[in-house]
């Protein structure tokens, strides 16, 4: 897989390849400080 997909519902899911790196940016677009991370590694 080599896109990145943000799937927005009343929550936002951020998934795919290295969207790990993306979750700095996303909480403080959002104005937060923690997140839950779901992986399978």
Same mark, same amino acid.
């Given at each position: 897989?080599? =896109?990145?997909?943000?799937f927005? @519902?009343?929550? /936002?899911? &951020?998934? $795919?390849?290295? #969207? @790990?790196?993306? *979750? $700095? =940016? =996303? &909480?403080?677009?959002?104005?937060? /400080?923690n #997140?839950?991370? *779901? @992986?399978?590694?």
């Amino acid at each position: 897989m080599t =896109e990145l997909w943000l799937f927005r @519902t009343a929550r /936002s899911i &951020l998934f $795919g390849n290295d #969207a @790990t790196k993306k *979750i $700095g =940016e =996303e &909480l403080k677009r959002l104005n937060k /400080s923690n #997140a839950l991370v *779901i @992986t399978d590694r």
